[in-house]
DNA sequence: ATGAAAGCGCTAACAG
DNA sequence: CTGTTAGCGCTTTCAT
């Protein structure tokens, strides 16, 4: 910057200014120094100027990964909402630090925030981690979870809305005359129990029992739908339909059903979840429930922006969730 | 900083040396400074550290985008390497800045480097784009390619064994006894066409013909398998075997294949490129030529450091390739 | 073993 | 409209 002032007979200060585009400045000199700075390569020091303008424009987004695997979730699910999220902060100006964290050390990530690498956090993928997650609010980490609003939660949510998703899926499969319809989910982890309280409300509302025998706790892990189907066997109950909790599950699931002999939808309709865009491309193209992957990273980045601010008042998100009626269902 | 300095009696010069783990600093006043700064829950501000370092500690990690789509990519390939550069990166203390960056615009990349906010690049993709990466390495950014080494390249690449990959895979399926093997993968891609000659290598080292027709030009994006296989079917031609130049292309084929009632592998033999984790439970289990993604992430950091490093002599790295024969081939 | 002072590259009062 | 000056939070000579 200083070589430029020096090139252009002006002081830094003007520099700077011309470079922001103040208005304080002679159009004249404006483009002299701006073509000037071109022409040798210059750009703003980034670092220099958060430094001075105390602030950072980076967002960290976490995803967490299991501490046995060390391995991040192979879901595209996650790498769609990375590209959206990516999205909304791109259009703000924003950078996006991607963090490797530890799912069972989750206050680490306060530390990114500590050390003013990051203006706030993104976390996708609430898990089991509700009470870290208060923690670190608590601490005043600005901090949005992509996940399942709960009850006494310190921390800012955006999610879809599961309990209708679950219900709009159980509600299509009743209606396609199924009537036992098995439910693939791991309950321990609150968008899947909000999901399983749908498919529950909706065979409630159409005169259907529950069946606990028929919810698998199935994990998302690839080999989840595998081992849920074989489970789901070995209790030689019937069932005729399956709401799976992932579209991967659901794949994984259908593969596992075929190698049993099971047609799909013929014999078992299946629902997925998520709406990954392998989804119809799959054979039979998967029936699913879409959540709302564009609007999630405008939703994160919006609220966490707000926080930054300080709205002390930012309230938790609920997405819109979408039923996609394919071939692997009807 | 200067808090900590007041409350424990001293200058900030030695706050910053006891933190820093400087051995010019009483074991005494160092104890006290860490509690200090602990129960302050206080952290170094990286970005002034940077600031004084004259470094950044930071690497920015790009996957292009299609202009048309706007669409990351879903392929699981890509979640995996992020993960494994994000590992490598964490290792060795760097921050990973993930980027969103339009194909066709590879040059604006230079910017994330000249504006300091990245001591380098690695670019995840190197598609069609082999011109614009030389210019970029021409301006003298850091820059490493995840693809194939290519005559005339003026950037690093670190990428698998492509030809050798390719080679493997169609003895595998020669071996096999199968006599028409279909190739799917557009060969405008380097790393494909390497993965095609190795294929053609085979063919010729075996005394069999390379019949162009059965080269499809099947694109990586979600549909290209079903694309592929109904181009491969117009035309006519027997084929017993297919080689599929990423495991989504061979799942997503051998999906259009069944609907069409071929038997896999019965009728037709598949091996398919990655081995991402899906390929083990897909169904059949996906035969397939593994990427070392561990060492992926490694080398590729490995050479970036490198060249930052100013190793003007810092050489392409070609890793290893290996034959996963499951189901889907035998 | 510690402190004073200078400066990384930038911006923003405050004067002129 | 432009320059001077101070300082963002940190590290590092150079003294002591």
């Known amino acids: 910057m200083a070589d430029i002032a020096r090139l252009a007979g002006v002081s830094t200060s003007t520099v700077s200014r011309a470079l922001s585009g103040s208005p304080l400045v002679n159009d004249e000199t404006k483009t002299r120094i701006t073509e000037l700075a071109r022409s040798l390569n210059y750009s ?19 995803i967490p990964y299991e501490a046995e695997t060390r391995q991040h979730l192979s879901d595209p699910f996650f790498l769609s909402m990375l590209g959206s999220v990516a999205d909304a902060l791109t259009d703000r100006g924003f950078d ?14 306060a530390q990114i925030y500590d050390t003013g690498r990051a203006s ?13 997650l208060n923690q670190l609010a608590a601490r005043r980490v600005p901090v949005v979870v992509w ?28 209606r396609s005359g199924k009537r036992h319809i098995a439910f693939f989910g791991d309950i321990q982890l609150p968008e899947v129990a909000q999901r ?26 690839e080999n989840g739908g595998r081992e849920a189907v074989t489970e789901l ?30 047609r799909v939808p013929h014999d078992i309709a299946v629902v997925g979840y998520d709406d990954i865009e392998l989804a119809r491309y799959f054979h039979p193209p998967l029936s699913t429930v879409r959540q709302p992957m ?32 394919r071939k692997s269902s009807t």
């Open 44 to 62: 703003i020091n980034i670092g220099a100027q958060n430094l001075r303008l105390r602030q950072s424009r980076t967002v960290a987004v976490v």
């Open 294 to 325: 564009a609007q999630a990273g405008q939703a994160l980045v919006e609220a966490l922006l707000a926080i930054v601010d300080h709205d002390n008042n930012t309230q938790p998100r609920l997405l819109p969730t979408e039923l996609i009626v």
């Open 96 to 109: 996006m630090l991607l963090s490797r964290v530890d799912a069972e050390r989750l206050d680490s990530i």
């Open 196 to 221: 399983y309280e749908g498919y529950c409300k909706a065979l409630i509302q159409y005169g259907r029992p529950v069946v606990p025998q028929l919810q698998v706790q199935a994990s998302f892990a």
């Open 147 to 174: 996940g399942a609003q709960l009850p006494q939660q310190l921390y800012v949510t955006v999610g879809s809305d599961n309990v209708s998703g679950g219900f709009l899926a159980t509600e299509h499969l009743i």
């Open 120 to 132: 706030g956090i993104i976390l996708i993928g609430q898990w089991r981690h509700h009470d870290q």
């Open 233 to 262: 066997c070995q209790r030689q109950i019937t069932f005729d339909a399956l709401f799976a909790c992932s579209d991967l599950l659901a794949m994984t699931s259908i593969n596992s059903l075929r190698e049993r002999h099971f």
